[in-house]
């Protein structure tokens, strides 16, 4: 059908290399870096997961984040349009399809614990961590529980703060890929990088700086286990936002000019930076104050109030710190909710304005049933799961890998070398690259036999 023509032909890209940079890694750095980062390293064993994280990023992430693009730049369609227009069959629609619900069902949590993060900049701002500093550790640290407890309790506030932060999305992605995404992202990205540099340097030269830093770069390698290597492997597929066509997306608004291989490793290399200067951020002050470095996803909102409320300058650093993981949470919303408002917007002719309010209506009511996940509906509703968990599990474990699976299967088997090698150059160089063989053999047979794994482990197929 191409009664779209119109409209792709007007189509919005990115204006420069530097925008592209900023829009992919502004997907790509969220609460994965800040909130399930170091939570994960600490509970798997430090130096030893990170090792094992960055050889997935490499072998899994890279490869599958330039599959994407690939797929993105050469149709400049959405996830759905990719396999129609490189008359596909019909069965690899599936990945579009499936794409958007993992798009919803990532929004669906996503959104409220953005909510709590927008709410803790608040409560940083009006300073309601600094009592913590005149109680004796153990009271503060009960007072801090407390804190949370009510944020997330409170009868309607955690909706309020949902809606916030859903409606700061809305309005971004009204205004398009160049005044909304490109215009928010150059913006927020480098200011996110000096903030986090700044918080890990003052980490940094706390007491226990040492001890964190040995956790984290101390590699024991009596820690890699099957279940650590299978936990790094699906972190880094969050992460990178991959799997489920936010990379295919914004590869449609790449222009002629902008490199595939390149800004895959950029995007993927600084991602990873992010993540480990959070680590640096968090453990040092884990380590200062004796902490429980696997104390899971709570240390985000019970450890990093109560350590900053007890340096000097910590109120700053708190309101800051906040500040960056709001950002970050928001330019990662962005980049999920863009990939079902294109489709809708290019496949069915609805108009931009109307595709986003109704995606995020819909991503409300039901992202409503996370708000409360223990105390609302009981926390087994679902296949023993909260819906939290069940829209966490759903998409990081099945979805997501999946996806990825089938991408990386699409690319590897069905795309000639010569095609990638294409479009892995740019005018400049003649379009040629040396890389295209050696790519596409990782994603024909290493990315899917590491992905099946991974997939076959999380439907308890296999049980590693
Ligand atoms: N990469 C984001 C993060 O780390 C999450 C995300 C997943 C964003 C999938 C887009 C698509 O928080």
Same mark, same amino acid.
């Not at 996830?79 to 227009?85: E, I, L, N, P, W």
């Not at 959104?111 to 004796?136: I, N, Q």
């Not at 960056?324 to 079902?340: D, R």
């Given at each position: 059908?191409?009664?779209?023509?119109?409209?792709?032909? =007007?189509?919005?890209?990115?204006?420069?290399?530097?925008?592209?940079?900023?829009?992919?890694?502004?997907?790509?750095? !969220?609460?994965?870096?800040?909130?399930?980062?170091?939570?994960?390293?600490?509970?798997?064993?430090?130096?030893?997961?990170?090792?094992?994280?960055?050889?997935?990023?490499?072998?899994?992430?890279?490869?599958?984040?330039? $599959?994407?693009?690939?797929?993105?730049?050469?149709?400049?369609?959405? $996830?759905?349009?990719?396999?129609?227009?490189? *008359?596909?069959?019909?069965?690899?629609?599936?990945? =579009?399809?499936?794409?958007?619900?993992?798009?919803?069902?990532?929004?669906?949590?996503?959104?409220?614990?953005?909510?709590?993060?927008?709410?803790?900049?608040?409560?940083?701002?009006? %300073?309601?961590? *600094?009592?913590?500093?005149?109680?004796?550790?153990?009271?503060?640290?009960?007072?801090?529980?407390?804190?949370?407890?009510?944020?997330?309790?409170?009868?309607?506030?955690?909706?309020?703060?949902?809606?916030?932060?859903?409606?700061?999305?809305?309005?971004?992605?009204?205004?398009?890929? *160049?005044?909304?995404?490109?215009?928010?992202?150059?913006?927020?990205?480098?200011?996110?990088?000096?903030?986090?540099?700044?918080?890990?340097?003052?980490?940094?030269?706390?007491?226990?700086?040492?001890?964190?830093?040995?956790?984290?770069?101390?590699?024991?390698?009596?820690?890699?286990?099957? &279940?650590?290597?299978?936990?790094?492997?699906?972190? &880094?597929?969050?992460?990178? &936002?991959?799997?489920?066509?936010?990379?295919?997306?914004?590869?449609?608004?790449?222009?002629?000019?902008?490199?595939?291989?390149?800004?895959?490793?950029?995007?993927?290399?600084?991602?990873?930076?992010?993540?480990?200067?959070? !680590?640096?951020?968090?453990?040092?002050?884990?380590?200062?104050?004796?902490?429980?470095?696997?104390?899971?996803?709570?240390?985000?909102?019970?450890?990093?109030?109560?350590?900053?409320?007890?340096?000097?300058?910590?109120?700053?650093?708190?309101?800051?710190?906040?500040?960056?993981?709001?950002?970050?949470?928001?330019?990662?919303?962005?980049?999920?909710?863009?990939?079902?408002?294109?489709?809708?917007?290019?496949?069915? %002719?609805?108009?931009?304005?109307?595709?986003?309010?109704?995606?995020?209506?819909?991503?409300?009511?039901?992202?409503?049933?996370?708000?409360?996940?223990?105390?609302?509906?009981? &926390?087994?509703?679902?296949? =023993?799961?909260?819906?939290?968990?069940?829209?966490?599990?759903?998409?990081?474990?099945?979805?997501?890998?999946?996806?990825?699976?089938?991408? $990386?299967?699409?690319?590897?088997?069905?795309?000639?070398? *010569?095609?990638?090698?294409?479009?892995? !150059?740019?005018?400049?160089?003649?379009?040629?690259?040396?890389?295209?063989?050696?790519?596409?053999?990782?994603?024909?047979?290493?990315?899917?036999?590491?992905?099946?794994?991974?997939?076959?482990?999380?439907?308890?197929?296999?049980?590693?």
């Amino acid at each position: 059908k191409s009664t779209n023509n119109g409209v792709r032909q =007007g189509r919005e890209t990115f204006s420069s290399g530097l925008a592209v940079f900023f829009a992919t890694l502004g997907s790509a750095v !969220g609460l994965g870096n800040i909130w399930k980062f170091p939570y994960l390293t600490g509970q798997n064993g430090g130096g030893a997961f990170i090792l094992v994280y960055l050889i997935s990023v490499v072998l899994v992430g890279v490869p599958i984040m330039i $599959a994407e693009f690939y797929l993105g730049k050469t149709t400049r369609a959405n $996830a759905v349009g990719v396999f129609k227009k490189l *008359k596909a069959s019909r069965f690899w629609r599936i990945i =579009g399809f499936m794409g958007m619900m993992s798009a919803l069902l990532i929004m669906f949590f996503y959104s409220s614990v953005a909510g709590w993060v927008y709410s803790y900049v608040l409560k940083a701002v009006r %300073g309601d961590f *600094k009592v913590l500093s005149t109680m004796p550790f153990d009271a503060a640290g009960k007072a801090v529980e407390a804190q949370f407890g009510s944020t997330v309790g409170g009868t309607f506030s955690p909706f309020a703060w949902q809606a916030a932060a859903v409606a700061v999305v809305t309005v971004i992605l009204v205004a398009g890929v *160049k005044k909304g995404i490109e215009r928010v992202t150059k913006t927020l990205m480098p200011v996110l990088l000096i903030l986090i540099v700044i918080i890990a340097v003052r980490s940094l030269t706390l007491e226990g700086a040492g001890k964190g830093l040995d956790f984290l770069m101390g590699v024991d390698f009596s820690k890699i286990t099957p &279940s650590v290597i299978l936990t790094a492997l699906g972190l &880094s597929f969050f992460k990178l &936002s991959l799997g489920m066509g936010t990379m295919i997306t914004y590869g449609s608004y790449f222009n002629e000019d902008n490199k595939i291989v390149n800004t895959a490793f950029k995007v993927a290399a600084s991602d990873t930076m992010v993540s480990l200067l959070a !680590g640096l951020a968090v453990f040092p002050v884990v380590f200062t104050f004796g902490l429980e470095p696997g104390g899971g996803p709570g240390l985000l909102f019970n450890t990093i109030p109560l350590v900053f409320s007890l340096i000097p300058f910590g109120n700053v650093l708190l309101i800051l710190f906040f500040s960056l993981a709001a950002i970050a949470a928001t330019t990662a919303m962005i980049s999920m909710v863009e990939v079902p408002v294109i489709v809708l917007t290019e496949e069915l %002719g609805i108009s931009r304005r109307n595709a986003v309010v109704s995606i995020s209506a819909v991503i409300l009511a039901v992202g409503a049933l996370t708000v409360h996940p223990e105390s609302m509906f009981g &926390s087994t509703m679902i296949f =023993g799961k909260s819906f939290f968990d069940f829209f966490d599990y759903l998409s990081s474990n099945i979805f997501l890998p999946v996806g990825g699976l089938l991408i $990386a299967i699409f690319v590897g088997w069905k795309v000639k070398t *010569k095609d990638l090698s294409l479009s892995f !150059g740019s005018a400049s160089n003649d379009g040629v690259s040396k890389l295209a063989p050696v790519y596409h053999i990782i994603l024909k047979f290493v990315t899917p036999i590491l992905l099946l794994i991974v997939f076959l482990n999380a439907v308890g197929v296999i049980g590693i």
